[in-house]
């Protein structure tokens, strides 16, 4: 593909889109017709946190350790791209607020303050709305047109994007299944190829105390730790979804309580895949490291991108070339990557 994508953060641009209910639930209503009004503290600071250019979970670790507080304390929905911009909520105990407000981050933009009687959970937003330039498109517009026509109509199938397998030189999906299978020599031995903070704190800890695999996973935040298993669940998935030729139907993220006879349309794949894999459903969960344990879910085969519109103009750095600005919604967990690669391939 000679489409030039993410050449500038700016290219890239990702709001996070998140439920913030701040009106009377219907039980919150009758309590206080009947004058039994419990008392609601707001003990959360929820804001946007804009980042450009910068690695999510870096930017969680210069926020815990300006604010001193640990990683585990900031409340947050989904990680987001590193070369974009990207807009988020982010909670941070209320107690914190004068820090944050002062706070400066390079690379970071932090503002819509408002307070909240409880912290930001993960996998709670609706998902993300995307303003993508692409640049150096040598196709024909008409012919674009078509297949993003036809991707409106038809949905595209959801398979998990690059961004999910690659912090670890692409290898997160590999780090998974070792720490799935028990494996934790190789999967440190894995983590500490690469130069980042987190992974010199687990070199320094295996220093200290050599061979103690398990507990310089344990160096590393819980939640990036449980995106290894996630990447290898989804490796999984990829995999099924590219043999499965079907209409649409849920494909299970497999776990340990995944029941695969429960999905007749991909039974038989599955298996195949687990038998290749050499792996069984029940070691996922996880008996040494049980905060790894995984119980598995299942996603839809399509997703169907909302609100998609699409312009052309020509692309002045990439001579007798077009630029195509792509606008678009997608649920949570699914890729805008994706989107590009499947019009790229149609």
């Excluded at 998140?18 to 219907?26: A, H, N, P, V």
């Excluded at 995106?227 to 989804?234: E, G, I, K, L, P």
């Excluded at 905060?291 to 750095?317: I, M, Q």
Aim: charged fraction near 30%.
């Amino acid at each position: 593909m000679d489409w030039k994508i993410k050449e500038n953060p700016e290219d890239f641009v990702v709001k996070e889109v998140i439920f913030d209910r701040t009106e009377e639930s219907w039980k919150e209503k009758m309590q206080r017709i009947r004058g039994n009004i419990p008392e609601k503290k707001e003990r959360y600071l929820w804001f946007t946190l804009m980042k450009k250019n910068r690695d999510f979970f870096t930017v969680i670790g210069e926020l815990g350790s300006a604010l001193r507080i640990s990683t585990k304390d900031i409340g947050y929905s989904g990680t987001k791209d590193r070369k974009a911009v990207t807009y988020q909520t982010i909670s941070v105990p209320i107690e914190k607020e004068k820090e944050v407000r002062s706070l400066k981050i390079k690379g970071v933009v932090i503002s819509d303050f408002r307070s909240r009687n409880r912290p930001i959970k993960l996998g709670e937003h609706k998902g993300n709305a995307f303003e993508i330039v692409i640049r150096n498109v040598s196709d024909e517009k008409d012919a674009l047109a078509e297949k993003i026509e036809r991707m409106k109509k038809d949905g595209m199938i959801n398979y998990f994007g690059e961004q999910r397998f690659g912090s670890v030189s692409g290898a997160n999906h590999i780090i998974g299944k070792l720490l799935v299978k028990g494996d934790f020599k190789n999967a440190a031995e894995i983590m500490t190829e690469t130069d980042g903070s987190y992974e010199r704190k687990m070199s320094a800890y295996l220093k200290k105390f050599p061979g103690d695999y398990t507990g310089a996973i344990k160096q590393l935040p819980l939640r990036m730790v449980k995106m290894f298993v996630h990447a290898y669940q989804s490796n999984i998935w990829n995999k099924c979804a590219v043999r499965y030729d079907g209409d649409n139907t849920a494909i299970p993220i497999v776990g340990h309580k995944t029941v695969l006879k429960n999905y007749p349309k991909v039974n038989e794949i599955l298996n195949s895949i687990l038998v290749e894999e050499d792996i069984y459903t029940e070691e996922f969960g996880n008996t040494v490291l049980r905060e790894l344990s995984s119980r598995g879910t299942e996603r839809e085969y399509l997703v169907f991108p909302k609100d998609f519109t699409y312009s052309f103009s020509a692309d002045r750095k990439h001579k007798g070339r077009k630029i195509m600005k792509l606008s678009f919604f997608l649920p949570k967990g699914s890729y805008a990557t994706e989107v590009i690669r499947q019009l790229s391939e149609a």
